[in-house]
């Protein structure tokens, strides 16, 4: 199984929590495209599996681009890479931009899953992040989807925000179960460095929710989407089902190849990584002379164990042990044994586990088990 992510970096405007790769200029969106393009020729022997089975467009903000520059780059993907027929091909969304007529457009391409970016549905919370829609754009725009013909929605939100209660983070998963969406990503709210939020924490105007409020709304929300008969397949990520479990994202937490195309985005083949260059100019210059402008790092194999631990554990299928040597086992074993006798781990026909509990725990339990060498 092999992958793809297409970053696109454009956005309305910079929400105040995100720090990742984009920007607010549009005017490059054309020239970025045809630099796509030329890349996934330059990359068509990068993956070492004849077959992909998953895209993703991120970003950014992919919907800001039209039908007509979504369907050069999918021209260009499918001339150059072999694609599934049952490929699992995600587009991430703003609610703003789905409108009927775009959404058709859509559904016309390879496009079979959305990735939509609610983040809540009150309306200060959305003006406080500084998100282009409000609360019925997000509403319309699922069941606008559904109408189109996606019966495969992700909705993304936020928790451990200022003034957001307990039961105001309940109401939201309700809402949010309400709608037509096969899964849900909710991520805690995070102050990441060069961002507004930073900023504002830093000069004393603003303050995010403390851990113990942060603990108990992730409680809440185990507990409520456990009931509502949803799989906690992943610390942030829920699926209505197995089906709906995201087939792209999995195979990241797996370990498994993909390639990214596109400023920023980063490529992993098992033994060795690398990322782009994160200037949109610099990456449309370097690709029109032919050359991928990235990076490359060879992993050790004390690295490749603890990208294993890293993102394997946060799964509910856990850390195979059985894939390690008998030394790495050893250690994996005795490192974990606290956690194991204090409910935060499991041993599961050779599998270490996070238990609910443990899930709360889970970046002190990773940084435990990693190696700091390997026998040679």
Not at 37 to 44: D, G, M, T, V
Not at 123 to 130: G, H, Q, Y
Not at 352 to 364: E, R, Y
Request: glycine share 6%.
């Amino acid at each position: 199984m092999a992958g793809i992510y297409v970053h696109i970096p454009y956005c309305k405007q910079a929400c105040h929590y995100c720090n990742f790769f984009f920007s607010t200029n549009p005017k490059s969106r054309d020239e970025l495209i045809a630099a796509l393009c030329r890349e996934a020729a330059l990359q068509k022997d990068f993956l070492p599996s004849a077959i992909v089975e998953t895209i993703y467009v991120g970003g950014g903000t992919p919907s800001l681009l039209s039908y007509e520059q979504l369907a050069r780059l999918f021209d260009a993907l499918a001339r150059n890479f072999s694609i599934a027929a049952n490929a699992e091909i995600t587009l991430e969304a703003n609610p703003d931009d789905l409108n009927e007529a775009y959404l058709k457009q859509l559904r016309n391409l390879f496009i079979n899953r959305l990735s939509i970016g609610i983040q809540s549905f009150d309306d200060a919370t959305l003006r406080m992040l500084n998100r282009p829609h409000d609360s019925q754009h997000a509403i319309r725009a699922v069941w606008a989807a559904l109408d189109a013909g996606f019966d495969n929605i992700n909705a993304d939100f936020l928790y451990g925000l200022p003034h957001l209660s307990l039961q105001g983070w309940k109401s939201t998963l309700e809402q949010a179960l309400s709608l037509p969406v096969t899964h849900l990503s909710c991520y805690a709210l995070t102050i990441e460095p060069r961002t507004v939020f930073a900023h504002w924490q830093k000069s004393g105007r603003w303050q995010p929710a403390d851990e113990e409020t942060v603990a108990c709304q992730m409680e809440l929300m185990m507990s409520f989407m456990e009931q509502a008969g949803w799989l906690h397949y992943e610390i942030s990520n829920f699926a209505k089902s197995a089906q709906c479990i995201s087939r792209h994202n999995s195979a990241y937490w797996l370990g498994k190849p993909y390639l990214g195309l596109g400023p920023s985005a980063h490529s992993f083949i098992g033994t060795s990584r690398q990322w782009n260059v994160s200037n949109i100019h610099k990456y449309i210059s370097a690709i029109s002379e032919g050359y991928i402008p990235c990076t490359r790092e060879e992993l050790t194999p004390v690295q490749r164990v603890n990208e294993r631990l890293l993102t394997e554990l946060r799964t509910c299928w856990g850390v195979d042990l059985s894939s390690f040597s008998n030394e790495i086992q050893k250690h994996l074993m005795e490192r974990g044994k606290p956690f194991l006798e204090g409910g935060w781990l499991r041993l599961h026909e050779d599998r270490l586990q996070l238990t609910k509990a443990g899930k709360l725990i889970a970046d002190k339990i990773v940084l435990d088990l990693m190696l700091d060498y390997v026998e040679a």
